[in-house]
């Protein structure tokens, strides 16, 4: 049984991101750009924030972080995109989710011109995954997961992929992605009926349903790989996964613990997206 760096893994990414900023700084000076909008004071969505602004520092990228009050208007909102949208300086631009609920997230991040959506979020991008084209932006966490996957020597082609979730941020594109690189896809959700049965077919299992531990070892095959997205609070407030990692281990062939594993590829994913985004506008 292996345990997946997701660390390791996503620090060689940022690595290669690295160099080729360097590259283009030294042959054309010119530098690509993330604009990171936070509406609020949300204590979590202040740490992603802060996180994404470091790894632009790190990289070499240059970076905006734009902090709006918590009763701003979504006009406010839409305005300052609009204004990021027009900005040459800028390659990406993320909005920082959850909003305050007097904000339409969908009208927010579909006011994000296509070119400049690397969180992969809008209608647009999402469909030219589902279609396999390679020219839209694959959602991060999604798109982090199967990076993880191919960096670790994992056959995809031709496997059973069982995915448990089927939100519009990893479920759903993970199908599109999934399906790219030929493997054979079910997708499970509250509905599901006999849902063992279903995850027990899995030669790679993917929980991303948000629920402490709630991937157990009868849900599991021998010598399945398990990627875990979850990330959850358990009763004693210690992070942990979607999937009871202490008694799914030992039966897997590879698995993903949390924190470290799928977590720290998001905003790798991220910064790749963003250095695509400036390479399409040279």
């Known amino acids: 049984m292996v345990v997946i760096d997701g660390k390791k893994i996503s620090a060689e990414i940022k690595e290669e991101v690295k160099k080729e900023v360097a590259k283009y700084k030294g042959s054309a000076g010119q530098t690509p750009g993330l604009a990171v909008v936070l509406v609020g004071e949300n204590p ?19 970076s905006e972080k734009h902090v709006l009050d918590e009763n701003s208007s979504e006009k406010e909102v839409l305005e300052l995109i609009d204004k990021l949208n027009e900005n040459e300086k800028i390659h990406g631009i993320l909005v920082q989710l959850p909003l305050p609920k007097h904000i339409d997230e969908k009208k927010v991040t579909n006011r994000i011109a296509s070119e400049k959506d690397v969180d992969g979020f809008k209608p647009e991008n999402l469909g030219k995954v589902m279609i396999g084209e390679d020219d839209g932006f694959k959602s991060c966490t999604p798109y982090g997961v199967i990076e993880l996957l191919k960096r670790s020597g994992i056959e995809i082609a031709g496997k059973d992929a069982v ?120």
């Open 44 to 62: 979590a969505s202040k740490v992603y924030v802060n996180s994404k602004v470091k790894s632009c520092g790190d990289l070499g990228f240059y």
């Open 163 to 282: 995915i448990v979730g089927r939100s519009n941020i990893v479920g759903k594109p993970l199908v599109g992605l999934l399906i790219s690189e030929s493997a054979t896809v079910t997708i499970c959700h509250s509905r599901t009926k006999n849902l063992a049965e279903k995850t027990k077919q899995a030669d790679i299992l993917i929980a991303a349903v948000g629920k402490a531990g709630f991937i157990k070892k009868d849900m599991v095959k021998e010598g399945a790989v398990v990627i875990d997205v979850g990330i959850n609070r358990n009763e004693a407030g210690k992070l942990c996964g979607d999937v009871e990692f202490d008694e799914v281990a030992p039966m897997t062939s590879a698995i993903t613990p949390v924190p470290g594993g799928v977590g720290p590829m998001t905003i790798a994913m991220l910064m790749k997206n963003t250095m695509e985004s400036f390479k399409r506008s040279l």
